[in-house]
């Protein structure tokens, strides 16, 4: 059985940092293109960075130089270090085990974890 398991969230004030790890466990992780995804309330969930299995990263604008995301294949874990946070960034942080699609550019799978809940305020 496949599992994601995150964590590493919690209430931080405007321009503190938080970093976010996620767990996989019962597949192949190195095989995986993984991302992070978030979903504000009343919003739709929307990705917010990704890391093919070799590396190459991609980040939404919204987050671009501020946000890096990284992977320990040894570990089976995903990071996302979190800086300069805004009261924007607020939202359930998800990851998600995915693959490549024929661009090579990651696409999200079925895979995910239970999320874990960013809260930036002062």
């Known amino acids: 059985q496949v599992q994601l398991v995150e964590s590493g969230g919690g209430l931080v004030q405007p321009g503190g940092s938080l970093t976010l790890s996620c767990v996989v466990s019962g597949t192949i992780f190195s095989a995986h293109a993984m991302g992070w995804h978030r979903q504000a309330p009343g919003m739709q969930r929307e990705l917010v960075a990704s890391?093919?299995?070799?590396?190459?990263?991609n980040y939404a604008d919204a987050v671009k130089g501020r946000f890096t995301i990284s992977r320990d294949n040894a570990k089976n874990t995903l990071y996302l270090l979190m800086n300069s946070l805004k009261p924007g960034d607020t939202a359930v942080y998800y990851c998600n085990a995915g693959q490549l699609d024929s661009n090579m550019a990651y696409i999200a799978g079925n895979y995910w974890g239970q999320g874990t809940q960013v809260t930036v305020s002062s």
């Open positions: 890391i093919t299995n070799r590396g190459s990263t």
